[in-house]
């Protein structure tokens, strides 16, 4: 069955323009129909907000060549405190915001899960008004701020999406941190059966790409290189993610990271490879994963790690099958494959 299919460019295509805001008109115009493509075509496009995926809609590009940047962030401390439901929040300078822009709050005691992610939709003197209520309290006393940082691409409860083709520069020096829980170059909330297929993520103030509570999600040939923190993250309660083919390295902690909840996962194929700390890391009820031909390689401290978890807890019965596990750690400090807490049937064979 033919789909409706755009041509996004910066010159000689359906939709013309260097920016986020072109990309986002031709993911709405095919998502109205229900569906289809959306080819960008080669060029550098700055990203002031995430492009906004919809469901049934496939974005691809042209490898390498096709790049979408993150644009230099603005940041401000909070003059009032953002209350939990609050739709807006006042800051100190307002000068560089402005409506359109991606942004997120938080403060010291945010951590992962409560920072709030969204979108300015109006500016009135130093108030920014915001498409989203705040998922949390956020107090001046607790150095409050709301910083321009978002993922590059990002996706919502949808089902069905996909990327492929693309290159996600993240600009990590001139933004400020975003936690994996709730951003990545690449990130993706409560998607199913999306597929990210031959994208590139490098020099992100964060993850690689990152999913949440998503289930049946494919990566398949992606790069994550000099992220911040963990090159692949799949997280909270995703089921059955396949991951395969798939070179994470140089990342500033972890290259395959396994949240909390992962189950029944396929693992196959992919490097790890000189990432800060650890190759693998597996923990909170990570269990009944199967990682295969994969090579796990110089990674600074443990090839595989077992995070310690109580016995309830831990990542029980996970497979390893045809396996490279060479030149983790140091001879002061790590190993190969760390088990910690109460983790048992556990497989490593050939």
């Not at 230099?72 to 006042?90: F, K």
């Not at 006393?141 to 590059?152: G, K, L």
């Not at 990210?196 to 690689?208: A, K, L, Q, R, S």
């Not at 999913?211 to 993250?233: I, K, P």
Request: charged letters at 20%; a negative charge; aromatic letters at 6%.
């Amino acid at each position: 069955m033919d789909r409706v299919s755009v041509t996004v460019g910066q010159s000689q295509a359906d939709l013309v323009g260097m920016d986020n805001h072109v990309l986002q008109a031709a993911v709405d115009y095919v998502g109205s129909f229900g569906g289809g493509l959306v080819r960008v075509q080669p060029g550098t496009y700055l990203m002031h907000d995430s492009l906004h995926l919809r469901s049934g809609v496939r974005v691809q590009g042209s490898g390498d060549d096709t790049i979408l940047r993150k644009a230099d962030a603005v940041s401000s401390s909070l003059v009032l405190d953002g209350d939990y439901g609050e739709e807006q929040v006042t800051v100190a300078n307002p000068s560089g915001f402005r409506p359109g822009m991606g942004l997120a709050v938080r403060d010291d005691r945010s951590g992962g899960f409560h920072v709030t992610v969204c979108r300015i939709v109006g500016r009135s003197d130093s108030a920014l008004l915001i498409d989203w209520p705040l998922q949390a309290d956020y107090m001046v006393s607790a150095n409050a701020v709301a910083q321009s940082v978002f993922p590059v691409l990002s996706g919502y409860h949808l089902t069905g999406a996909a990327l492929a083709d693309l290159t996600i520069d993240g600009n990590r020096e001139a933004n400020p941190a975003l936690t994996g829980c709730r951003g990545a170059g690449i990130f993706l909330y409560r998607g199913r059966g999306c597929r990210i297929e031959n994208c590139t993520v490098h020099h992100f103030n964060g993850d690689g790409i990152s999913f949440q509570q998503s289930n049946d999600v494919v990566v398949q040939g992606c790069r994550c290189f000099e992220n911040a923190e963990l090159g692949l993250h799949p997280g909270s309660g995703s089921q059955r993610p396949v991951i395969t083919g798939c070179h994470s390295h140089h990342n500033g902690r972890i290259g395959l990271f396994l949240c909390w909840r992962v189950r029944h996962g396929r693992f196959q194929g992919n490097t790890l490879e000189e990432n800060g700390h650890t190759g693998i890391s597996i923990g909170h009820k990570d269990s009944d994963n199967l990682f295969s031909e994969n090579a796990i390689r110089r990674n600074g401290t443990y090839g595989i790690h077992f995070r310690p978890e109580s016995e309830p807890m831990a990542g029980h019965r996970n497979t390893f099958v045809d396996c490279t596990i060479t030149g983790n750690g140091s001879p002061e400090a790590g190993a190969g494959i760390r088990v910690d807490g109460a983790t048992h049937d556990l497989v490593f064979r050939r």
